[in-house]
């Protein structure tokens, strides 16, 4: 799938991803021939047989029997409201938002339930423009992500480095060179732990690419040699100049913390910088609350610098600390417009500072998180990761970072606490205990991100760890695949906080007026714990399309040979996803937690051009599936080019369950890298729950 640069700010508000507000609004310009004529026989239908037009009781009918739509619904209300319809009334409607397959989030969605019976989109990684390995840190990436809609946001900041500021001496002084000396070992020292990380299988396989050459050094050393070839033979190395000597310089501002990611060869950005893009678009297409999960490994003194740039960047954005330790999480709207530090947790009378984050050694698999029989130099010459300061601790108010160990340790009970795992690490604790891994996320925060052997930033399934009642689902924004399609499923037009179903959501807390106008929240009455699960079936008659884009490198409309596949996500009713918990019982034997690969997915015939009749196909997607959760279900429309070998995606939707509109409706598709485009698909559907 296609892995993209951010895009530029003005551009990055018309590009999907998860949150962002209007994916329901869009409306149709204009319509091709080979949709029109669809829309005729569709008004021909249910016209007067008198006077080929409609009255009153053929609109009710239509959008009570056709559309599923009831005549109070804004989006229907306008026509439901007049006498008589002719074909250029019906064919307003049907190019305004009110067709569109996607239905409006609720007008009034509850934003008062504590944070952690909310799902919210969540990014990855976020500093990274491409794979995990050699791509560059940019903080675009964060303006691209907060304009789609994530409020989530993850920033690894490492010690600055010294060797970048320029020393008041001059260039060949003793001090310039120990600085140069200091950078060339830390650049070596990467290479060498990235080298040493990497499990013997994948090292094999990049040796002889570019990119392991990078990793392994070889280039270098390669190109070294050459310079050093040239040099004996009395001439200058080739491509290269005499370079004048530098002039003195003034002493540079202080060094400050850099963005990056750890044991890697990407490149870096300052932490500043970050900081200041966060600040620009934090609020700007959402004033849902937004957390920063910080990964530190900074000294002492960086940390400092690192509190002291939070607070004059995002000062009016922080939140005040509270006189007393929360009872109950607040909700997402008591903390409209405010930023949310995500940091390790170091009690305030501890008087050593904990160990630095830990979630970087869960990035990596078990088997290269560490080369006990490495005998490098080199690393024993780069600091190890440094512990956090209670003044960079205290900024986590109600999302403290702790340390996982176990669903039972002390602070998996502290209302404030969040744990962080790795994919691998929940699948771990879901084999062992799912039924009280569920529970605690009804109450507590917990995030999740992909493992560290996706180097080249693929995601993981988000929909198996929502249904196990995790917040915070972290992806790889730059990454177009599955994952990021089922993100922009769930959160399309949402602000990036979407309520969980009932069953999913823990004790929400009464708020009582006392006597002095103050406000207090109480423990209430526990949550409902029955989660509702309904039996689907669903057809998709797709009759035609037009204006689909292009997949990428294709130029030539003759060429295209478009098909449509739709897909249902769903997975096993809820008791049975719980029992994969290891009992003597079933051991010996797996159950699958999820639907099997293919189950519920069909595709039309192969067509030409990008605007193709499809000739009605009806597509059975789902019959008589039992356990859907319509909230954490979702339908995937993907265009391919039918091509020999593998076939290039086109254009893309995904729609959660519980907003498919049925009826005759246009599906408005995203282009292969997520951006809106003028390609629709016109389709029936026949939804039924039960």
């Known amino acids: 799938m296609a892995e993209t640069a951010p895009l530029p700010p003005n ?10 507000p209007g994916a329901e609004d869009r409306t149709i310009k204009e319509v091709k021939p080979s949709t029109l004529k669809y829309l005729e026989q569709i008004y021909a239908a249910h016209a007067s047989p008198a006077d080929k037009k409609w009255h009153k009781d053929s609109i009710i009918e239509f959008l009570h029997h056709s559309q599923a739509d009831k005549v109070t619904e804004p989006s229907s209300a306008h026509i439901a409201a007049r006498d008589g319809l002719d074909f250029a009334g019906f064919l307003q409607y049907m190019t305004s938002s009110a067709a569109n397959i996607l239905a409006p989030p609720p007008e009034t969605q509850d934003l008062t339930w504590p944070l952690a019976s909310y799902f919210i989109s969540s990014s990855h990684n976020t500093y990274l423009t491409g794979n995990q390995l050699n791509s560059d840190s940019d903080a675009d990436a964060y303006r691209n992500v907060l304009l789609r809609g994530c409020r989530c946001v993850e920033i690894d900041v490492w010690d600055g480095d010294d060797s970048d500021v320029e020393s008041s001496s001059s260039s060949d002084s003793s001090e310039d060179e120990e600085s140069k000396e200091i950078k060339a070992l830390r650049k070596e020292s990467r290479r060498e732990k990235l080298a040493s990380k990497l499990p013997g299988s994948l090292a094999s396989r990049l040796e002889k690419t570019s990119l392991g050459k990078k990793i392994t050094g070889k280039d270098a050393a390669e190109a070294e040699a050459t310079v050093e070839k040239k040099k004996s033979e009395g001439g200058p190395a080739a491509g290269t100049t005499t370079m004048p000597k530098k002039s003195p310089s003034p002493q540079a501002v202080a060094v400050e913390p850099r963005v990056l990611h750890g044991y890697t060869l990407t490149k870096e950005v300052s932490f500043r910088e970050v900081c200041e893009a966060i600040r620009e678009c934090a609020f700007v297409v959402s004033d849902m609350p937004l957390i920063v999960s ?12 690192m509190v002291r740039i939070i607070k004059e960047v995002w000062a009016d954005f922080l939140l005040p600390q509270p006189d007393d330790d929360a009872k109950f999480l607040p909700s997402p709207n ?22 630095a984050d830990e979630d970087s050694a869960d990035r990596l698999p078990p088997d290269v998180k560490a080369d006990p029989k490495s005998t490098s130099t080199t690393q024993q010459k780069v600091k190890k990761a440094s512990k956090i300061i209670q003044a960079l601790s205290a900024l986590g108010v109600y999302t403290k970072g702790v340390s996982f160990k176990s669903l039972s340790q002390p602070e998996a009970t502290m209302p404030t606490h969040i744990f962080s795992l790795s994919e691998g690490g929940v699948a771990e604790v879901h084999e062992s205990e799912a039924a009280r891994l569920f529970e605690h996320n009804r109450e507590y925060l917990m995030r999740t991100y992909p493992s560290g052997m996706r180097i080249g930033s693929s995601n993981l399934d988000p929909l198996t760890f929502w249904r196990k009642g995790i917040q915070i689902v972290a992806l790889n924004w730059q990454k177009w695949d599955e994952g990021m399609m089922l993100n922009e499923g769930m959160f399309a037009g949402t602000g990036g906080y979407v309520l969980k179903p009932e069953g999913y959501r ?10 002095d106008g103050d406000e207090k929240k109480e423990a209430p009455v526990p949550a409902a714990e029955t989660i509702l699960h309904q039996t689907l079936d669903l057809s998709i008659t797709v009759l035609a399309a037009q204006s689909i884009p292009l997949p990428d490198d294709d130029d030539k409309e003759s060429g295209f040979k478009p098909y449509v596949k739709v897909e249902l996500h769903t997975e096993p009713p809820h008791d049975e996803h719980l029992s994969v918990t290891r009992t003597p019982s079933n051991l010996a034997s797996k159950s699958s937690t999820r639907a099997k690969e293919g189950e519920y997915k069909a595709r039309t015939k192969t067509q030409r051009g990008v605007n193709p009749d499809f000739k009605s196909e009806t597509l059975v997607v789902a019959k008589g599936v039992p356990g859907v959760v319509p909230e954490l279900a979702f339908v995937r429309f993907l265009v391919k080019d039918d091509e020999i070998g593998r076939d290039d995606l086109a254009a893309w939707a995904c729609v959660r369950l519980d907003r498919l509109r049925s009826g005759y409706r246009f599906v408005h598709l995203l282009d292969n890298q997520g951006r809106e485009s003028e390609g629709v698909i016109l389709v029936k559907v026949d939804k039924k729950l039960t």
Do not use: F, M, N
Not at 11 to 20: N, R, T
Not at 336 to 352: A, E, G, N
Not at 506 to 515: F, Q
């Open 11 to 20: 551009e990055s508000l018309h590009q999907a991803g998860g949150g962002q």
């Open 506 to 515: 823990g004790r929400k807390p009464v708020v009582i007026s006392t006597a």
């Open 334 to 355: 008591d903390l409209r417009r405010k930023i949310l530090v995500k940091v390790k947790y170091v009690p305030p009378d501890h008087h050593h500072a904990s160990s």
């Open 294 to 305: 910080l990964e530190v490994h900074c000294s002492q003194q960086q940390q400092e610098a």
